[in-house]
């Protein structure tokens, strides 16, 4: 039982790792839009099917397959900012609305190009490290260490540049910002690209790992959301932290009570941590 427990944090960790580099992306976008874009879960399926193709159809190498897609999802992040997030920033409903307007968009999209068979990329680094008697596959581990890696290379942006004390500037007071000299137009429209490409970046990864369907992103743009708010909205590093305790908790509630519950166990610690503290478990911290 040990052992299953032990295996199941880890495995927690892994998917939790997952779901904080995509709570990242929204907890960024709704500090300096107001909008709560549920579109970064197509974004980041995108970003899966673009993958997939850039390496099973192209052949191209799979950290460049990869880096392709989330220059593509980038792309059309910033098509959709121009043509349609811009008119709604600062209103929390129709920015919902277009968000999710967008994702039956974009799954139509998929669907006509690539159907409903699902795609596999699962083959991509096989094998698995051996670690005092515990199977971690390699990809799992390089994606987790990626994820860390971007989060906190992301925190560091955000407390050691100008680009990223302005953005902390903004998000506390868009007019005395604007007043400073900070184009704030310009200063959302980088955002919500960067929250597109770490969902595609997501996307990229998450087909390494997982078979690939149209679907895949609505499912994980809630664990998303979920643990954006568990950390607390605005809290980077907390995005992180929110993700691992939210895959935590679904896999190690899985070992005691009945996996086709799992998503349960997220959402009952997630109102156990509100109760306690309605601000989330990071909401005073960047």
Do not use: H
């Not at 897609?69 to 709604?88: K, M, N, P, R």
């Amino acid at each position: 039982m040990t052992q299953l427990i032990i295996g199941q944090l880890l495995n927690g960790v892994i998917v939790g790792s997952l779901y904080g580099i995509i709570a990242l992306g929204v907890t960024l976008t709704f500090g300096l839009t107001g909008i709560v874009n549920f579109a970064l879960g197509a974004f980041m399926m995108l970003g899966a099917y673009a993958t997939w193709y850039f390496y099973d159809v192209l052949g191209v190498m799979y950290p460049l397959a990869v880096l392709g897609a989330v220059v593509v999802v980038s792309i059309i992040g910033y098509i959709s900012d121009l043509a349609l997030f811009q008119f709604t920033r600062g209103n929390l409903v129709n920015g919902l609305l277009v968000s999710i307007g967008m994702i039956s968009v974009f799954e139509a999209l998929v669907l006509f190009a690539f159907t409903t068979t699902p795609k596999d990329l699962t083959y991509v680094l096989p094998g698995a490290f051996r670690i005092a008697g515990f199977a971690l596959p390699k990809i799992k581990v390089v994606v987790c260490g990626v994820f860390f890696a971007v989060i906190f290379g992301t925190y560091l942006a955000l407390t050691r540049t100008w680009l990223g004390r302005a953005a902390f500037a903004y998000a506390q007071n868009p007019e005395a910002a604007a007043l400073m000299g900070i184009r704030t137009g310009r200063l959302q429209t980088i955002v919500v690209v960067y929250s597109t490409a770490l969902a595609g970046l997501g996307g990229g990864l998450y087909a390494s790992m997982y078979s690939l369907e149209p679907t895949i992103g609505s499912a994980y743009i809630l664990k998303a959301v979920e643990a954006a708010i568990l950390a607390g909205v605005g809290s980077v590093i907390g995005a992180l932290g929110g993700g691992i305790i939210l895959g935590v908790s679904e896999n190690i509630g899985s070992v005691f009570f009945p996996s086709a519950f799992r998503d349960a166990y997220g959402l009952i610690f997630l109102i156990a941590i509100l109760l306690v503290r309605p601000g989330g478990l990071f909401g005073d911290r960047p």
